[in-house]
């Protein structure tokens, strides 16, 4: 038996503008995502997630349904355009829809973890320069106090921001995320910059407003792994870890950008303050990491950084998009990196694939790649917890199948199937898979 500690969290995640639906509702403002949507071209199919999944009115069907799959804690993210969907003017029901659903976890059972930011920014935000200003990070921090004091005590749990290269790098490198920009390359670090500092400022505003919680960010570090385990390869691996998130974790749980990567910016290096660094490394409780894939290294006495990294192989085994390689020893490795070389205990805040699932004659969902999937992450996820690795819990992405950004409804991450016409969910035999790891906690 492969089993977890006690007291392990098993939970599954989503993020408000993949899931929620209910953009036009009550008052809802526009996010710089929505906005994006509405630009033709932009997202595959021209999918728009007015309606999707619609967790926005089916939140109470939802908490059920995790409840019966025996799921533990739920990983949701706030929109902010929705409780302020003009600067400083407070829409109260999207206040109350947040304060609903804590309340429905809670008498379900189920703990809450709140990410703060997972990417949509208002628009009236945006406008004002977005990621591009460190006004809109300093405002985060604001907007995280307020929703903190107005759960009281009820959330214990808080994820500062999900994946800051997504919302910063990728949304102005002409990568295909909102807002769409294609900057020069100093704007790029310097809006990732941005995006460290707005993590600051959350868990200062998150530790003085909400004491009581446990808090950290939801990022994700690159992930390198030993091709194969030689104590060079493993030394190898860690090194390149961290040279690998210079600029995007190292940062954060260094306080300082470190000198190789400065050099190599050179003139384009981001502009900041000591002050600055100060606030990116706030003192966390955990580093939550998304994995889903890694690279593969082994020593090299012959370059100079003393290591070489592998591409994928032609035919490496690869889930339902092209960035998904299958590499499980990926959540191992980044567990055991940042432990050893941040001293941090972990959450592994996303973990999961897409696959191609269709609904059977019978309605059934069997999604067996996934299973395998699945499967072969949370054995050597175990192997971390067995080896006193500290991880505190994991979250499969997706509960549901949601909106997967500028790829659209196509991609179908959930261990539930969403019918998108009738909004009906169905579990996956996946999903049954993991409600039996629950029950036993254990990976079966
Ligand atoms: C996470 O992002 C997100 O937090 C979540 O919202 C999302 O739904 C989930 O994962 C599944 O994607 O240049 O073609 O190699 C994952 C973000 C997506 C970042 C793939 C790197 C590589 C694209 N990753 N991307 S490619």
New binding site residues.
Partial sequence: MYVMPENFVWGA?T?AF?AEGGLDCDGAGESNWLRFCRQPGRIKNGDIPTTGCDQYHLFREDVALMKRLGIGAYRFSLSWARVFPRENVLNEKGLAYYQSLVDALLEAGIEPYVTIF??DLPQYIEDQGGWRTKDTSRKLGDFASFMAKSFGGKVRHYFTV??I??FTA?GHNG?GMAPGLKLPRQDIYQTIHHGNLAHGYVAQALHAAAPHAEIGI?N?PGIVVPLFETAENIDAARRAARFANAWRHTAIEEGSYPDEFLEKAGSDAPRFTDEEMKVISTPTDFTGF?V?TGNYCTADSESPQGFKLFPGAADHPYMD????RVVPTSIYYGAKFIHELWGKTTYV??N?C?SADTLGDGGEIYDSGRIEYLRNYLRNLQRATAENIPVKGYFV??LLD????A?GFA?R?GIVYTDYATRKRIPKWSARYYSECIRSNAVL
Avoid: D, I, K
């Fill in positions: 995640a993020a993949q997972h990417w999900n994946e290269t997504m990728a990568s939801a994700n998304n889903y998009l092209s960035w998904l805040t996303e999961g897409s992405w997706s949601n909106f997967e950004w790829q991609p991450f």
